[in-house]
DNA sequence: GGGGGATACGTACACCGTACGTCCGTGCTC
DNA sequence: GAGCACGGACGTACGGTGTACGTATCCCCC
């Protein structure tokens, strides 16, 4: 009964499916060779080292953003489209969203996303500059909220706001904290997100039609 | 000759000052301890375990924020200086940056900013709900604009758009990508954060305006 | 002096990533 | 068909990790 051949797409998905169930600390070679019924250098076939196991984890995840945006559409809303295609995807793979967000890679899995995203702009009539420049702070707000409905966000976060309530938070020292504890307790993560986002997008409108015919990128 | 008392505090700084030297993969128990000419289990007197110790990281680092806004400047002024307190913070510990941004504290360490930011949207007339989406709206971008500052951040990160550019990326395939890789490859990163920070203070300052005496929070 | 608590330390265990050597099934060459 | 080269699967081994546990040492208070 010869199983499945060993292959680099297998053990990508494998340390996917582990960190979604047990999170990214439960992922080690041996785990996921178990994980295949697999001797552990076998991976090592497939995969130069754990590092790289773990670009091609981040990779796959992103590879697998559907971007479903009507080409024809308003930017506005191809840009809200994008935005939340990626979300969609972090929501997706929750627990690998980290590593999505901290690895470095430079393959085209990550390249489309930005070529996708850079279109859009320059449609919307940005200069090359002021294009790139958008889509920095697009992909910082995008980063930095996906960081925090992941729950991984420091201090800010939502329900550890309850716990620190519940420890008693000292209301002369924080007294806005305090009062507002029933707000920061809760927080409906989609509803955050698209408040910033329609921000964004109004504030870049703004200035896409504010620099029209001032293109000087 | 007693040598210095080992200490949390000791401890701790040790910690950050290899992680700035050697990056946070270097930091291991041992190697604090001889980094501190003392033996690992020593170190568990006063550190219940590692992830407690990077926590203690975390909070250091987070308290030596200087807050050095005027409480009585204008409250775009002091949303400003305190996102760059916060920013200057992390680039003066860039390597410890990843941690503070990635661990969830509980601690006082962790609320002060929130506490003067808060304050901050309040006085500008935002209600306790629509400040706390402020703040998360605030705080996403910054977050995410340090990660991409660090060098944490993936693809769209700038000088590696340099390498993915020499290894000759495939302008049929990203027309724009390829197109742009000048601005692509370069990143002034205060100018980057400054740039977004006044769209987003710009936008909020509408929304207060447009807001006002309709408070809802 | 003597007892007790805090602190420093060494040893030991389970686990990690991975370099290296070995084995075996497959397919090509003669 | 025989011989052989080769690639993939595997076991072993080494140096590293976090930390549980037992022990030794110091200082302070009685």
Redesign the interface.
């Known amino acids: 009964m010869p199983t499945e051949p060993l292959t680099r797409g297998r053990i990508v998905a494998a340390a996917i499916d582990l960190i979604e169930r047990e999170g990214a600390d439960a992922v080690s070679m041996r785990r996921i060779a178990a994980e295949l019924g697999v001797g552990v250098m076998s991976l090592y076939n497939h995969v130069p080292n754990k590092d790289a196991l773990l670009n091609g984890v981040?990779e796959s995840v992103?590879s697998q953003i559907e971007f479903t945006d009507d080409p024809d559409a308003h930017w506005t809303d191809r840009v809200r489209m994008q935005a939340r295609a990626f979300r969609q995807i972090a929501h997706h793979y929750p627990r690998s969203t980290?590593l999505?967000?901290?690895?470095?890679?430079?393959?085209?899995a990550?390249?489309?996303?930005?070529?996708r995203a850079?279109?859009t702009l320059?449609s919307a009539g940005f200069g090359?500059?002021d294009?790139?420049?958008m889509?920095?702070?697009f992909?910082?707000?995008?980063?930095?909220?996906l960081?925090?409905e992941v729950?991984?966000?420091?201090?800010?976060?939502p329900d550890?706001t309850r716990?620190?309530n519940a420890?008693g938070?000292d209301p002369a020292?924080?007294?806005?904290?305090s009062?507002?504890a029933?707000?920061?307790g809760e927080?409906d993560h989609e509803a955050?997100f698209d408040?910033?986002l329609e921000?964004?997008i109004?504030?870049?409108e703004?200035?896409a039609g504010h620099r029209e015919g001032t293109n000087r990128?």
């Open positions: 981040a992103l980290m999505v967000v901290s690895r470095q890679l430079h393959s085209a990550g390249l489309l996303p930005v070529e850079l279109a320059r090359g500059a294009a790139v420049r889509l920095r702070m992909i910082a707000y995008i980063v930095g909220s960081l925090r729950g991984v966000t420091p201090t800010f976060a550890h716990t620190i420890d938070i020292l924080f007294p806005e904290v009062s507002l029933e707000f920061l927080c955050e408040f910033g921000l964004l109004t504030a870049a703004a200035q990128g």
